[in-house]
């Protein structure tokens, strides 16, 4: 599972030329200043309108303010949605007070299992701060569309269903553009934070 659009790679190719001669000292670089992808000025996730586990009626506008990360998923998964779950719980610990600048919404894949009720308790194992966000199937599906992700339900021999679907974060800086796009890396959340954490001073 998870599968990243060509754009997120090509824009985090960087093609390095091999020097004419040896007469010339190398340039020095300069370390880019996100672990993730940057994508800004992306014309792709715009937005959303869907309802949180709390009944409430959320668009991307009322985090104004926050730094705001989204994660499609479903409760079910076995494997990255946990994962990936897990380790922005790790980044909202790395974050200390600043956490309180920072949103993480999971979306649901699966609305017609993931329930408000069953979307509460799934974040609560993470974080209770987490809101989980759910619409109609065409509704998910439009929004899937809108930023570049990939879900397919599929069957299982045991008749029980399996939802293949990339693995992305979109993270979108206090001022609502869509900046970064990051996957889990193994270390508890660390780049994470950090790059939160440059979203946050960039914007204060």
């Known amino acids: 599972m998870g599968q990243v659009a060509a754009a997120f790679t090509a824009a985090a190719t ?3 030329l091999p020097a004419c ?3 010339v000292a190398p340039a020095r670089t300069q370390a880019a200043p996100f672990a993730a992808t940057d994508i800004t000025g992306v014309h792709f996730g715009k937005g959303f309108t869907l309802t949180d586990h709390t009944g409430a009626v959320r668009s991307l506008a009322d985090f104004k303010g926050k730094a705001v990360v989204v994660f499609f998923g479903y409760t079910n998964c076995p494997d990255v949605c946990p994962t990936t779950m897990a380790e922005l719980a790790g980044a909202m610990e790395k974050l200390g007070d600043a956490a309180a600048h920072v949103q993480v919404l999971f979306v649901t894949l699966d609305p017609e299992h993931d329930s408000a009720s069953v ?3 799934y974040l609560a194992g993470f974080d209770p701060r987490f809101l989980g ?3 109609d199937e065409r509704g998910t599906q439009e929004i899937v569309g809108e930023f570049k992700a990939y879900s397919q339900k599929l069957g299982d021999a045991s008749g029980q269903h399996v939802i293949e679907h990339s693995g992305g974060v979109y993270i979108f800086d206090p001022r609502g553009q869509l900046r970064l796009h990051a996957k889990a890396s193994g270390d508890g959340g660390a780049a ?9 001073k960039a914007a204060a």
Do not use: C, K, M, P
Request: hydrophobic share 45%; net charge negative.
């Open 21 to 23: 001669g040896n007469t």
């Open 14 to 16: 960087v093609i390095q």
């Open 133 to 135: 966000l759910y619409g």
């Open 119 to 121: 979307l509460e308790r």
């Open 192 to 200: 994470i934070a950090r790059d939160l954490n440059e979203l946050l």
